[in-house]
Protein backbone atom coordinates (compact mmCIF):
# COMPACT_ATOMS: atom_id res chain seq x y z
CA UNK A 1 0.00 0.00 0.00
CA UNK A 2 1.45 3.52 -1.24
CA UNK A 3 1.46 6.59 0.89
CA UNK A 4 -2.16 8.18 -1.08
CA UNK A 5 -3.75 5.21 -0.66
CA UNK A 6 -2.79 4.89 3.29
CA UNK A 7 -4.19 7.99 3.86
CA UNK A 8 -6.58 8.04 1.68
CA UNK A 9 -8.28 5.34 3.77
CA UNK A 10 -7.84 6.99 6.95
CA UNK A 11 -9.31 10.24 5.73
CA UNK A 12 -12.53 8.12 4.20
CA UNK A 13 -13.09 6.43 7.89
CA UNK A 14 -13.74 9.89 9.36
CA UNK A 15 -17.04 10.36 7.03
CA UNK A 16 -18.33 7.19 7.85
CA UNK A 17 -18.33 8.14 11.25
CA UNK A 18 -19.67 11.96 10.93
CA UNK A 19 -22.51 11.27 8.72
CA UNK A 20 -23.46 8.18 11.58
CA UNK A 21 -23.05 10.48 14.17
CA UNK A 22 -25.36 13.44 13.18
CA UNK A 23 -27.80 11.39 10.60
CA UNK A 24 -31.16 11.68 11.63
CA UNK A 25 -31.21 14.41 14.34
CA UNK A 26 -33.23 17.86 15.01
CA UNK A 27 -31.11 21.12 15.26
CA UNK A 28 -32.17 20.71 19.19
CA UNK A 29 -30.09 17.28 19.13
CA UNK A 30 -27.46 18.59 17.21
CA UNK A 31 -27.50 21.42 19.97
CA UNK A 32 -27.46 19.08 22.50
CA UNK A 33 -24.93 18.84 25.74
CA UNK A 34 -24.07 16.80 28.48
CA UNK A 35 -24.00 19.69 31.08
CA UNK A 36 -23.05 23.25 30.19
CA UNK A 37 -19.52 22.82 29.30
CA UNK A 38 -19.75 20.05 27.06
CA UNK A 39 -19.35 20.06 23.76
CA UNK A 40 -22.32 19.42 21.43
CA UNK A 41 -22.46 16.97 18.13
CA UNK A 42 -22.85 20.05 16.32
CA UNK A 43 -19.93 21.95 17.67
CA UNK A 44 -17.79 18.45 17.66
CA UNK A 45 -18.43 17.81 13.95
CA UNK A 46 -18.44 21.90 12.97
CA UNK A 47 -15.00 21.90 14.89
CA UNK A 48 -13.45 18.99 13.16
CA UNK A 49 -14.33 19.78 9.50
CA UNK A 50 -13.28 22.96 10.40
CA UNK A 51 -10.22 21.53 11.19
CA UNK A 52 -9.33 19.57 8.60
CA UNK A 53 -10.79 22.28 6.25
CA UNK A 54 -8.13 24.66 7.29
CA UNK A 55 -5.39 22.51 8.43
CA UNK A 56 -5.41 20.54 4.47
CA UNK A 57 -6.39 23.67 2.40
CA UNK A 58 -3.19 24.99 4.42
CA UNK A 59 -0.48 22.52 3.07
CA UNK A 60 -2.18 22.05 -0.22
CA UNK A 61 -1.95 25.79 -0.58
CA UNK A 62 -5.86 26.21 -1.44
CA UNK A 63 -8.28 28.16 -0.17
CA UNK A 64 -10.73 26.61 2.46
CA UNK A 65 -13.82 25.08 1.38
CA UNK A 66 -15.21 26.97 4.06
CA UNK A 67 -15.14 30.44 2.18
CA UNK A 68 -14.38 29.17 -1.33
CA UNK A 69 -18.02 27.45 -1.57
CA UNK A 70 -19.75 29.59 0.97
CA UNK A 71 -20.38 27.27 3.74
CA UNK A 72 -19.49 30.29 6.22
CA UNK A 73 -22.19 32.12 5.19
CA UNK A 74 -24.30 28.88 5.23
CA UNK A 75 -23.44 28.32 8.97
CA UNK A 76 -23.89 31.84 9.81
CA UNK A 77 -22.22 31.60 12.87
CA UNK A 78 -21.29 34.74 15.32
CA UNK A 79 -17.40 34.54 14.41
CA UNK A 80 -14.57 35.63 12.26
CA UNK A 81 -14.65 33.92 9.66
CA UNK A 82 -11.14 31.91 10.27
CA UNK A 83 -12.47 30.54 13.48
CA UNK A 84 -12.29 26.90 13.89
CA UNK A 85 -13.16 26.39 17.23
CA UNK A 86 -10.17 25.97 18.95
CA UNK A 87 -10.08 27.34 22.16
CA UNK A 88 -13.70 28.32 22.37
CA UNK A 89 -15.41 29.28 25.47
CA UNK A 90 -18.86 27.02 26.75
CA UNK A 91 -20.49 30.07 25.39
CA UNK A 92 -19.08 30.35 21.66
CA UNK A 93 -19.49 26.27 22.07
CA UNK A 94 -23.42 26.46 22.82
CA UNK A 95 -23.25 29.67 19.61
CA UNK A 96 -22.84 26.85 17.16
CA UNK A 97 -26.30 26.28 16.37
CA UNK A 98 -26.64 23.78 12.54
CA UNK A 99 -30.36 24.15 11.91
CA UNK A 100 -30.00 20.16 10.19
CA UNK A 101 -27.81 17.56 9.80
CA UNK A 102 -27.57 17.90 6.08
CA UNK A 103 -25.56 21.12 6.39
CA UNK A 104 -23.25 19.76 8.60
CA UNK A 105 -22.48 16.49 6.34
CA UNK A 106 -22.55 18.46 2.83
CA UNK A 107 -20.27 20.58 4.59
CA UNK A 108 -17.85 17.34 5.88
CA UNK A 109 -18.33 15.70 2.80
CA UNK A 110 -16.68 19.05 0.42
CA UNK A 111 -14.41 19.34 2.98
CA UNK A 112 -13.25 15.51 2.18
CA UNK A 113 -13.58 15.26 -1.24
CA UNK A 114 -11.07 18.28 -1.40
CA UNK A 115 -8.57 16.54 1.27
CA UNK A 116 -9.01 13.28 -0.65
CA UNK A 117 -7.94 15.13 -3.80
CA UNK A 118 -5.13 16.40 -2.14
CA UNK A 119 -3.83 13.28 -0.22
CA UNK A 120 -4.63 11.30 -3.70
CA UNK A 121 -1.50 12.92 -5.00
CA UNK A 122 1.32 12.67 -2.48
CA UNK A 123 4.19 10.50 -2.48
CA UNK A 124 6.21 8.89 0.37
CA UNK A 125 8.83 11.81 -0.04
CA UNK A 126 6.33 14.64 -0.27
CA UNK A 127 5.57 13.59 3.68
CA UNK A 128 9.43 14.89 4.87
CA UNK A 129 8.73 18.71 3.73
CA UNK A 130 8.94 20.96 6.68
CA UNK A 131 4.83 22.64 6.53
CA UNK A 132 5.26 24.93 9.78
CA UNK A 133 8.21 25.82 11.33
CA UNK A 134 6.59 27.25 13.91
CA UNK A 135 7.26 24.18 16.65
CA UNK A 136 10.40 22.20 17.72
CA UNK A 137 10.86 19.86 15.95
CA UNK A 138 9.22 21.69 13.10
CA UNK A 139 5.88 19.97 11.64
CA UNK A 140 6.38 18.20 8.50
CA UNK A 141 3.59 17.16 6.21
CA UNK A 142 3.21 13.77 7.20
CA UNK A 143 2.86 14.53 10.74
CA UNK A 144 0.28 17.33 9.93
CA UNK A 145 -1.76 14.86 8.02
CA UNK A 146 -1.55 12.08 10.75
CA UNK A 147 -2.63 14.93 13.56
CA UNK A 148 -5.53 16.13 11.63
CA UNK A 149 -6.71 12.68 10.80
CA UNK A 150 -6.14 11.64 14.90
CA UNK A 151 -7.71 15.28 15.69
CA UNK A 152 -10.83 14.36 13.54
CA UNK A 153 -11.31 10.68 14.18
CA UNK A 154 -11.35 11.57 18.28
CA UNK A 155 -13.99 14.23 17.69
CA UNK A 156 -16.04 12.12 15.20
CA UNK A 157 -16.11 9.44 18.83
CA UNK A 158 -16.94 12.34 21.20
CA UNK A 159 -20.16 12.84 18.65
CA UNK A 160 -20.93 9.32 18.58
CA UNK A 161 -20.94 9.00 22.57
CA UNK A 162 -22.81 11.87 22.54
CA UNK A 163 -25.51 10.63 20.47
CA UNK A 164 -25.44 6.99 22.40
CA UNK A 165 -26.09 9.69 25.50
CA UNK A 166 -28.99 11.84 23.79
CA UNK A 167 -30.74 8.33 22.53
CA UNK A 168 -30.19 6.92 25.63
CA UNK A 169 -32.22 9.76 27.48
Known amino acids: ????ALLTDSYSRIGEEVHAAVEGLS????????DPQANS??????HLTRVQDDHVAGVAGTEQVWTAQ???ERFALPFGVGAIGYGHSSDEVAAVRVGSPELLTDYY???????????GRLTGTDLDRVVDEAWDPP?????????????????????AFVRGILQRR
Not at 1 to 4: E, Q
Not at 27 to 34: D, I, K, S
Open 1 to 4: MDVA
Open 27 to 34: AEQLAFRV
Open 41 to 46: IGWLVW
Open 70 to 72: GFA
Open 109 to 119: DAVAAASLDYI
Open 139 to 159: VTLGVRLVSVVDDCAQHAGQA
